[in-house]
């Protein structure tokens, strides 16, 4: 091979590694920043780029997607000196590459580092309770805070979400204790509620069986006295019949057989019974009759009298 042809495809190869060095074809979703002599000169945007070469050099190939950054679990004090065990991750995007490459060593460590020193001021400010319970007041702290700071990194904050917030062993026994005690506390104030429904139910139910007791006696004592009356007053009636029975003609005689007729049915009944063993017989039968009668007349003429 002649030194002719040796130059010839020397200066071929050069050519090519020069033209190769020349096109820069970026990808979608990413930003190339060049420098040249060591000096920041231009971005690189996706696509098909020339640049000159063995001059200018890319330095930083950045990307534009939202990058996720979970920033690690560490022990946070709340304000009223509860331990808490806190996590995150974060959503930021490169908006100024420029800014992203040259205002930082590492944007991404950077980012994590004032995620965990924001969320440790966020958190400080609140107690244990508010803590646990107002996510989305610390991640709006946490948005504010570190708004100004990711600019100036030419970075965007898209979001940023607390994923666990938990209190420390210790903490998470008296927490344990204290909701035991609470939820004691809740079912002693049930029971003694419903002994207390119960104790007022059942006073109100003696209450109305008294009165209804009460009542029926009262109703029975009022049924009673008019039956007295009634019995009086069928008393009253008899006897005056008796007596105009006993003014009449024959009344006597009549009386005399009626009152016979009833003393012997009486001893006949006496007789049958078991427990009688003696039956004391009057001497004289018509005597007693006649003075039966007799009282009957004295009490005619003295209903007449009344009249």
């Given at each position: 091979m002649?030194?002719g042809?040796?130059a010839i495809?020397?200066i071929?190869?050069?050519?090519?590694l020069?033209?190769?060095k020349?096109?820069r074809?970026?990808?979608?979703?990413?930003?190339?920043?060049?420098?040249?002599l060591?000096?920041?000169?231009?971005?690189?945007n996706a696509?098909?780029n020339?640049?000159i070469?063995?001059?200018d050099?890319v330095?930083?190939?950045?990307?534009?997607?939202?990058?996720i950054?979970k920033i690690?679990?560490?022990?946070v004090i709340s304000?009223d000196?509860a331990?808490?065990?806190v996590?995150a991750i974060?959503y930021?995007?490169v908006?100024d590459?420029?800014k992203?490459a040259?205002?930082?060593e590492n944007?991404q460590?950077?980012t994590v580092?004032l995620?965990?020193?924001?969320l440790r001021?966020?958190?400080?400010k609140?107690?244990l309770d508010e803590?646990?319970?107002q996510?989305d007041?610390i991640?709006?702290?946490?948005?504010n805070?570190?708004?100004?700071?990711?600019t100036?990194?030419g970075l965007?904050l898209?979001?940023i979400?607390?994923?666990?917030?938990?209190?420390s062993?210790s903490?998470?026994?008296?927490?344990e204790?204290?909701?035991?005690?609470e939820?004691?506390?809740?079912?002693t104030?049930?029971?003694?509620?419903?002994?207390?429904?119960?104790a007022?139910?059942e006073?109100?139910?003696v209450k109305e069986?008294?009165v209804?007791r009460?009542q029926a006696?009262?109703?029975a004592a009022v049924?009673h006295?008019?039956?007295?009356v009634?019995?009086a007053?069928?008393?009253?009636?008899?006897?005056?019949?008796?007596?105009e029975?006993?003014n009449?003609?024959g009344g006597?005689?009549?009386?005399?057989f009626q009152?016979?007729?009833?003393?012997?049915?009486?001893?006949s009944?006496?007789g049958?019974?078991?427990?009688a063993?003696?039956?004391a017989?009057p001497?004289d039968?018509?005597?007693?009759?006649?003075?039966?009668?007799g009282?009957g007349v004295?009490?005619g003429?003295?209903?007449?009298?009344a009249k």
């Open positions: 002649s030194i042809l040796i495809v020397i071929l190869a050069v050519v090519l020069t033209l190769f020349c096109v074809i970026v990808p979608q979703g990413q930003l190339w920043l060049v420098e040249r060591g000096r920041y000169h231009k971005q690189l696509g098909l020339i640049v070469p063995f001059v050099s330095a930083y190939r950045l990307s534009t997607k939202d990058q950054m690690p679990s560490q022990e304000k000196n331990v808490l065990s996590n974060t930021v995007k908006v590459a420029q992203a040259y205002g930082v944007y460590l950077a580092n995620a965990m020193t924001s001021a966020a958190i400080g609140l107690e803590s646990l319970s996510r007041e991640r709006a702290a946490l948005l805070s570190m708004a100004d700071q990711m100036d990194w965007e898209r979001s979400e607390i994923q666990d917030i938990n209190p062993e903490m998470q026994e008296s927490m204790e204290q909701a035991a005690a939820r004691k506390r809740k079912a104030e049930t029971m003694a509620a419903g002994n207390k429904r119960a007022i139910l006073a109100e139910g069986s008294t209804l009460a006696d009262k109703e049924l006295a008019e039956a007295h009634s019995e007053e069928g008393i009253k009636k008899a006897n005056e019949l008796l007596a029975l006993m009449n003609a006597e005689k009549a009386m005399q009152l016979a007729t009833r003393y012997i049915s009486a001893l009944s006496l049958e019974s078991e427990n063993k003696i039956i017989m001497a039968l018509n005597a007693a009759v006649s003075g039966l009668v009282s004295a009490l003429a003295g209903s007449e009298l």
